[in-house]
């Protein structure tokens, strides 16, 4: 029996390293992308962080801008083209994955850093409501990159231990994060199986908890500092599947703490033909240049009457 453990223990100690080195390799650029072919997981190295910790950073850095705008894929879609243009709105969209967590640790961050804030745009499709921080891609949009900027303290004490239970407190610490973000091989094992065991949103899923309390909370905090939060919709594809949910988000809201929000927001929702649409959500190429972009913005401001001064000239 000694025999048979010592011979175990004396296969398994070079395995060990080999696939040690092998993963040490795939936090080199070369390393990571011979690795990623070989095991199929081009694409996973920073999935989250590279598109979201750009937004985080910007937030942090102090500059002239007053105004906000924050939101989803789509609001960042249509904005993005104009955030060099803008010296008074900042340009913060990010996506849906991040959730209202994340959307909050933003506006956060941006009061912080610019003590001379008016205003905030959040400007979500109305699907974006229902995220929650065990959706199946928060762990890449959520937790990593705003646990990499050491940033997820922001949120409310119940929050963070849902995510230590449903994470484990392992990976919400910024070096493990680190570990795991910094290697396609890594990323993939641990993102497959935190979505493996991801809570799908419930098809009666219209608004989170999360989402209304992170909400309230900002309201409050912006008021108390003389900013005025404004709860704005992107473009929205006019199909069945989002005239239901528009309808269901209307009765879920009426009468509640959020109504005086989403008063403004279903005035501002303007719908778009199908057709013009790759996903029911996102526009297709072809509609989504610069100058369609701007004609979306022109169709907000006039419907919504905000973002008054946003600049979207095309050339």
């Known amino acids: 029996m000694k025999k048979t453990i010592g011979k175990t223990i004396l296969f398994l ?15 080199t650029d070369r390393g990571d992308a011979l690795l990623s072919r070989v095991c199929m997981s081009q694409n996973y190295r920073h999935v989250g962080s590279a598109q979201v910790s750009p937004a985080i950073r910007t937030a942090q850095t102090a500059s002239s801008h007053t105004r906000a705008v924050l939101g989803d894929s789509v609001c960042s879609q249509v904005f993005s083209e104009f955030a060099d243009q803008n010296e008074d709105y900042l340009i913060l969209g990010t ?3 991040v959730t209202l967590d994340g959307q909050y640790i933003l506006a956060r961050l941006f009061l912080e850093s610019h003590p001379k804030a008016s205003d905030v745009y959040l400007i979500l499709l109305p699907v974006s409501f229902a995220g929650r921080y065990d959706s199946p891609q928060s762990y890449s949009y959520l937790i990593e990159p705003f646990g990499r900027a050491e940033t997820l303290n922001y949120l409310s004490n119940d929050t963070l231990t849902g995510m230590k239970k449903r994470y484990g407190s392992l990976f919400l610490n910024k070096n493990v994060i680190r570990f ?3 290697s396609s091989i890594n990323n993939k094992i641990c993102l497959y199986y935190f979505q493996k065991h991801a809570k799908e949103a419930d098809i009666d899923d219209i608004i989170s908890d999360e989402a209304a309390y992170y909400l309230n909370d900002l309201y409050d905090i912006c008021r108390e500092k003389n900013v005025t939060l404004h709860l704005l919709s992107p473009p929205v594809c006019d199909s069945s599947e989002n005239a239901d949910r528009i309808k269901r988000l209307k009765e879920a809201t009426e009468g509640t703490e959020l109504s005086h929000l989403f008063e403004k927001y279903f005035d501002s929702i303007t719908l778009y033909p199908e057709y013009m649409f790759m996903d029911g959500h996102h526009f297709k190429s072809e509609y989504a240049d610069q100058v369609k972009c701007s004609g ?10 905000e973002l008054q001064g946003l600049k979207h000239m095309t050339e």
């Open 13 to 27: 100690i070079p395995l060990l390293i080999i696939l040690a080195l092998i993963d040490l390799a795939s936090f």
């Open 95 to 97: 996506n849906m994955a």
């Open 180 to 182: 795991v973000d910094g």
């Open 296 to 305: 979306y913005i022109e169709d907000m401001q006039a419907k919504s009457g």
